[in-house]
Structures are given as C-alpha cells and as structure tokens.
C-alpha cells in the first residue's frame, strides 16, 4: 500500500518570501503525482500534475513542483508568495499501474500569508 | 459549467439515526469516489465507481456504510446507525475518465456532525 507524507503541517509566511512544501511517497512501482489546493470557503482543485516527461511541472498560480525519482519526492515551490495564496495543500500520488487506481493523500499544509 | 455538486452541505445526526448523502457529479464523468476527511487531515479513500460499477470498497470503515450509484450518475453515501467517530467531511469526487493521471474533480463536502 502506498503512503504520503507531508512535512510541514503549518507554514506562516510573509508576502514575497519563497515557499517550498515537501511532499514524499512510498510506492515500489510507476505513480502520477498531484498537488491541489483548498482556499477558505472553496472545495479542493488541482493545482499542478504529474505523469511524465519533464518532471519539472508547472500549474497554476506561479506553482512548481519537481518529481525526483530517486528521492520519491514531488515538491511544491513557488519564487514569491502572495496573501492569496493562503489555502490548505495537499500531495496526491496515483498508482499508473497494477489496476487500482486509488489515490492516496497526505494530511496537508496549512499556509497562511502575512500582508 | 456546474461543478460536482454535494448534499445536504451540513447534516446533524443524533447518535444510531441513518443518514444518507448525495453526489451529483460533472455530467458524463466516468469515475466517482467518495472520501472521508476529518479534521487536520487529508481525504480518507472509502469506496469508488465506474459507471455504475461499485469496484472498490475497501475503505468502507464497517458494514454501516453503504454506497451506490444505480445509473452511473448520481451516487448516495449512506451511514446506518450512526455514531460519533463518523463526524467528518465527506467528499465526493468525480474523473473524466477511468485512468489514473487524470484529476478529480471535488464538491464542496458535507460536514457530518454525529451528537
């Protein structure tokens, strides 16, 4: 069965600071990655994917994340951080194989912003 | 465009009454998954269809819970005998397709509160 760990359950930042969100996995075998996010008051939507090719993948909003195999890592960046992005985040992996196609989430981040 | 659409959005329950919670998901979307989240964590996978194909429940945390969605459109989640660990978010989510790179797509949750 495969896990997803999320470092950093609470991140406070302020306003044009850099964020980094770590997110982590278990799974032996080939896997899609997620990143979605939850405003105040709004149902959960996707941030950014991952499925193949370039692993550097690029979503919404200025988000980045970088699938590194070797690490089983599919972190969440972003250069400089805005008051709108306050949200809950959450990693999402999805096997690519095996027939089960049943996602597993991590507990989240709550990222609150400072003005 | 209509988005998935949950209801009621909140259900209060006394403690052994039935309670049954409905996803309307986005027109002509193939997979549809029902997830619990409690608090300060991220959705718990319960049970998932296709079409009206029931092929995974095994997150279903007892035999109270029951779940289906007879046409392939519309599903119902439904908690017999309630109890007070059920309190929780209840999520719904709908896929275009069947394959696992695809995103789900989120309602806004009913929040069930077990007194």
């Known amino acids: 069965a495969q896990s997803v760990s999320q470092h950093n359950h609470h991140v406070i930042l302020s306003e044009a600071a850099s964020l980094e969100l770590g997110c982590n996995y278990s799974?032996?075998?080939?896997?899609?990655l997620f990143w979605y996010v939850q405003y105040p008051g709004q149902h959960l939507q996707l941030l950014l994917k991952?499925?193949?090719?370039?692993?550097l993948v690029k979503g919404i909003k200025g988000f980045e994340a970088e699938f590194i195999k070797s690490k089983f890592s599919f972190n969440l960046r972003k250069p400089s951080v805005q008051w709108s992005d306050t949200a809950e985040y959450f990693c999402?992996?999805?096997?690519?194989?095996?027939?089960?196609?049943?996602?597993?989430f991590g507990r989240g981040t709550s990222l609150i912003v400072h003005p | 465009g209509a988005g998935v659409s949950q209801s009621p959005r909140y259900k209060v329950a006394k403690r052994g009454q039935d309670v049954a919670l409905r996803c309307d998901p986005i027109?002509?979307?193939?997979?549809l998954f029902w997830y619990q989240q409690a608090l300060g964590q991220g959705p718990e996978f319960l049970t998932y269809?296709?079409?009206?194909?029931?092929?995974?429940k095994s997150g279903l945390p007892s035999d109270r819970f029951f779940a289906e969605r007879p046409e392939g459109s519309v599903s119902t989640l439904k908690i017999q005998r309630t109890q007070q660990e059920d309190s929780a978010v209840y999520l719904c989510?709908?896929?275009?397709?069947?394959?696992?790179?695809?995103?789900?797509?989120f309602g806004d949750g009913t929040r069930l509160s077990i007194l």
């Open positions: 999402a992996v999805n096997p690519s194989s095996g027939g089960s196609y049943i996602p597993t």
């Open positions: 799974y032996g075998g080939t896997v899609n």
């Open positions: 991952y499925f193949s090719g370039d692993p």
């Open positions: 027109s002509g979307h193939v997979s």
């Open positions: 269809f296709q079409n009206e194909a029931q092929l995974d």
């Open positions: 989510a709908s896929v275009r397709g069947s394959g696992s790179n695809q995103p789900q797509h």
